[in-house]
């Protein structure tokens, strides 16, 4: 059933998607962190990803 | 001469760039030699009517849409003006990062970082979805700081979660505390046997850093977000994460802090409760709830109605001989409170008799919304309680206003007011120009996450406010509470130092700062014995 990563009292690793303050933050604390500089997708693909999925 | 001012606008079509970046761009502006004034920013409404107030709205600003990006700025001269729109070009073409641990994509951040167990995801809710269930299924927990997640999605994300045994925190979700340290918007609060699950951001720091203040500690904080206690959802994380703290052999009490549930909600959890947990509860609801306690949970569970009653009770709970030393400087006695005060409010006009306060932190708000409302006192607010109005423009305070400058509509577009304070600092002016206001309320919520100075940004505003008011013989009575601790980046000492050497008054929790503008603005007059019931009732919980 899981394949949940262990996460209470096991040294956090922190992928952070978004917001670069919070991965600032992080690397202030002393947690390991890397950075995701997302862009959401163009919005046409998008839409025709969402069609599509509907479809299939 | 001298006070002559030019102003220049550029909106750049279809250009989207994140609000902490524009405000960086607009403070760099503003240093600029001859910049008056300086406004880059997306534009939105909300924007447009910063623009306004800052007197720089104008005709191409106006013309401005949500996707276009605009630069408006008030300059001393034409020269510095010119130099300064070229400088905002420059700054808005400078490339966003460079450092060597940043990727574009999940996939190569997780080659760089294998063994992940944590995820914080903050991109637009639309897409928040997509990322998210990427990250679950590699079995990554994930804290969804995204707004605006479509119900289903959330419901989705958190079922497909909840089988796995994995959390999704949020969407919505400002705080976490994971082994000791700070997800998003949280405090550096020291670990300790106090677990807590939050459906309200503010909550659960207020919660948290009143525990580490009474000297007690966070085994861990987990938010699951406003979505998660309505029926939509059903309390599946709440739920999920009761289990994760029965099982965590740190954690020795389980606290939860949230606006009320919705009932069927309310009593699924406690049914799981029930089932599921042996240790002992402290329910922090903010607001009117009506609750049948199973009857697994009597006899261990307690029931609190503000932020403040909540952090004591569990205080009391771990440790009787702490609470004992904590209480008297935690709940302030009446009379003591009142003579404190008194000084102030006797400078008072007669017509002074309104309170506006003015917030970053939602629960902040509701909790004083509460509070008042105990009090019987008539307010307005943008965000109001059950039976309590709503402001039919919550940009203009009228009567007694409780305002959430953390609502949407102050926030399209623009960075939370936690990390950019200049909504606040002209909402302050507005409100010393009113001849009726007695007191102003203000939260300054510090932390990581927040802005590195709250109180030192408000400064120059308090300065002009009390001015404004002193120039025409009047006295305003300023009161400020400060969330946080000393371990945390701004350093909780220097930032109540700060605002008392402007003559604000700190006091040492936000209940006790609601209840310190209600009596200065009724000048005392709220001793009777009524209300000393309710100044004692609701800060003790009910054990039951």
């Given at each position: 059933m ?7 009292d096991?040294?956090l690793k922190v992928?952070n998607v978004?917001?670069?303050i919070?991965?600032?933050d992080?690397?202030?604390q002393?947690?390991r962190a890397?950075?995701v500089n997302?862009?959401?997708?163009p919005?046409?693909e998008?839409?025709?990803?969402d069609k599509?999925s509907e479809?299939? | 001469m001298?006070n ?9 079509r279809n ?5 902490l ?11 600029l030699?001859?910049v008056?004034?300086a406004?880059?920013a ?11 107030q800052?007197?720089?709205l ?8 949500d ?5 408006a ?9 010119k130099?300064?729109l ?5 700054l808005?073409s ?10 574009v ?7 760089a ?13 639309e ?7 990427k990250l ?12 605006h ?7 989705e994300l958190?079922?497909?979660?909840f089988?796995r045994g994995l959390l999704?925190?949020?969407?919505g979700?400002g705080?976490?505390?994971?082994n ?8 550096a609060?020291r ?5 807590i699950?939050?459906?309200?951001g503010t909550?659960?720091?207020?919660v ?6 009474m000297?007690?500690?966070v ?10 206690v ?6 599946i994380?709440?739920k ?6 029965e ?9 939860m ?10 009593n699924?959890i ?5 089932k ?11 607001g ?5 306690l199973?009857?697994?949970l009597?006899g261990?569970?307690?029931?609190a109605?503000?932020l ?7 205080v009391?709970?771990v440790?009787?001989?702490?609470y ?6 935690y709940?302030?006695p ?14 008072l ?8 306060a ?7 708000t509701?909790?004083?919304l509460?509070?008042?409302?105990l009090?019987?006192i008539e307010?307005y607010s ?10 039919d ?7 007694n206003?409780?305002?959430?400058l953390?609502e949407e509509?102050?926030t399209?577009g623009?960075a939370?007011?936690?990390i950019?304070?200049?909504?606040r600092?002209l909402?302050l002016?507005e409100e010393?120009?009113d ?7 203000m939260d300054?919520?510090l932390?990581?996450g ?6 030192g940004a408000?400064?120059d505003?308090i300065?002009?406010a ?6 025409d013989?009047?006295?305003?009575i300023i ?11 701004q350093?909780?000492?220097?930032q109540?130092?700060k ?7 700190v006091l040492?929790?936000n209940?006790?700062s609601?209840?310190a ?7 005392g007059?709220?001793?009777d ?7 004692e ?8």
């Open positions: 899981s394949n949940a990563r262990k996460l209470f096991e040294e992928i978004g917001l670069k919070f991965y600032e992080l690397k202030r002393g947690v890397v950075q997302y862009q959401p997708p919005k046409l998008k839409e025709l990803k599509l479809l299939l | 001298g002559e001012k030019v102003t220049g606008a550029l909106v750049e250009l989207m760039r994140d609000s970046q524009l405000m960086k761009i607009s403070e760099e502006l503003k240093k030699d001859g008056i004034d406004i880059v997306m534009g939105t409404e909300t924007n447009k009517e910063i623009a306004k800052l007197g720089l104008l005709p191409e600003v106006e013309k401005a849409g996707s276009d990006l605009f630069i700025i008030a300059a001393k001269e034409e020269q510095s003006l130099k300064a070229e400088k905002a070009k420059e808005l400078a490339p966003i990062s460079g450092g060597e641990m940043e990727y994509d999940i996939e190569s951040a997780l080659a970082l294998p063994d992940a167990n944590l995820a914080i995801v903050s991109v637009p809710g897409y928040a979805r997509d990322v998210t269930m679950l299924e590699k079995g990554i927990h994930v804290h969804l700081f995204s707004d997640v479509p119900e289903e999605h959330e419901v958190k079922k497909y979660a089988d999704v925190l949020g969407p979700a705080t976490s505390i994971i000791g340290k700070a997800i998003a918007f949280a405090n609060v670990r300790g046997p106090i677990g699950i939050a459906a309200a909550g659960l720091q207020e948290s850093s009143l525990i580490h203040n000297s007690l500690g085994s861990h904080g987990l938010g699951v977000g406003g979505g998660d309505k029926n939509y959802v059903g309390g994380m709440t999920l994460a009761l289990s994760y703290m099982k965590d052999p740190s954690t020795k009490i389980i606290t802090v949230s606006k009320p549930p919705q009932q069927e909600t309310l699924s406690l049914e799981y409760a029930e599921n947990t042996t240790k002992r509860l402290v329910l922090g609801f903010m009117k709830v009506e609750m049948n199973p009857k697994g009597k261990r569970t307690s029931v109605r503000t403040h009653a909540t952090a004591l009770e569990s009391r709970l440790s009787p001989s702490i004992e030393k904590v209480k008297d400087k709940t302030i009446f009379d003591k409170l009142n003579a404190m005060l008194k000084p102030k409010y006797e400078k006009k007669s017509s002074q008799k309104y309170i506006r003015l917030y970053t932190g939602g629960t902040l509701s909790e004083s509460m509070i008042f409302d009090l019987g307010v943008n965000a109001p309680l059950k039976g309590q109005k709503k402001l423009d919550p940009f203009k305070s009228v009567g206003t409780v305002v959430d953390g509509e102050f399209a623009r939370h007011p936690m950019d304070p200049t909504i600092r909402r002016i010393a120009k001849p009726e206001v007695a007191v102003i309320l300054f919520v932390g990581y927040s802005h590195p100075d709250p109180a408000h400064l505003a300065r002009e009390k001015k404004i008011a002193e120039k013989g009047r006295h305003l009161i400020g509470y400060v969330l946080g601790v000393e371990g945390d980046p350093g909780f000492n220097e109540k130092r605002l008392e050497a402007e003559g604000v008054t040492p929790t209940a006790i609601a209840l503008a209600a009596l200065s603005a009724l000048r007059k709220l001793n014995n009524r209300v000393r019931e309710i100044y009732g609701y800060l003790k919980a009910s054990a039951e």
